[in-house]
């Protein structure tokens, strides 16, 4: 069954430095997500991307944030100068379309620690 | 701001029992409505949606949907222990928009 994975599983960085999480989406699929979930608490959407721009973000992906599909198949998220609050899991997620029923599917996520 | 509530739990329930989660939301033009289980650690994983008022039913859960209330429920018949998790409701406004609302969760516990 196709999936979504994330590659790494875990990333350890200092605080200040630059990190780039990345997303294999679902091959048909042609709507890209960044969520985060923030430990205990709620998952939190962060940006959707469709047709190589931006379509949607959040109040919280600011500046220090941006996507990127650089070739045809990887999705990424870059932080830019990460601060301890940053420390969450990031999960990318894909849906072939976008409407009432259309569900987005999640990759098994990325957990940054800043330290 | 879109609000997505559900009590937190735990909710325990003996095995074999129903299980009933709900979730209210804020927005009235949200359109779909969604239901994750999430395992700790774990990325959600989607168990159905729904879109229009009334029941749904997959399997051993059923969805139901209030838009005129603004409620949706997950009714889990014949819980089992692997059920134990902590189910996440969500919302999806009108079509043009993909952005999905999620609540902070009930946790679940099926007492074997």
């Known amino acids: 069954e196709p999936e979504v994975t994330q590659t790494p599983s875990h990333q350890v960085t200092q605080m200040g430095q630059e990190v780039i999480l990345r997303c294999v989406p679902i091959?048909?699929?042609?709507?890209f997500y960044w969520y985060r979930q923030i430990l205990g608490q709620k998952v939190e959407f962060l940006v959707s991307f469709y047709n190589n721009e931006i379509s949607e973000k959040s109040e919280i992906f600011d500046d220090q944030f941006s996507v990127e599909r650089p070739d045809g198949s990887n999705f990424t998220l870059k932080i830019r100068s990460t601060k301890l609050e940053d420390s969450a899991m990031y999960f990318c997620?894909?849906?072939?379309?976008?409407?009432?029923?259309?569900?987005?599917?999640f990759g098994q996520g990325t957990r940054l620690t800043v330290v | 701001q879109k609000e997505v509530e559900q009590n937190s739990g735990p909710l325990s329930v003996p095995e074999g029992a129903i299980a009933s989660l709900n979730c209210t939301y804020s927005?009235?033009?949200?359109?779909?409505f969604f239901w994750y289980r999430q395992y700790s650690g774990k990325s959600p994983e989607l168990i159905m949606f729904i879109y229009s008022n009334g029941d749904k039913e997959d399997g051993r859960f059923t969805a139901q949907l209030n838009k005129a209330s603004q409620y949706v429920s997950l009714l889990i018949r014949d819980s089992q222990p692997s059920d134990s998790a902590t189910y996440l409701c969500a919302v999806k406004g009108d079509g043009g928009y993909q952005k999905v609302t999620f609540g902070t969760g009930t946790k679940l516990q099926v007492i074997p």
């Open positions: 997620a894909s849906s072939p379309a976008t409407g009432m029923n259309t569900e987005a599917f």
């Open positions: 091959s048909n699929h042609l709507y």
């Open positions: 927005d009235r033009g949200s359109q779909s």
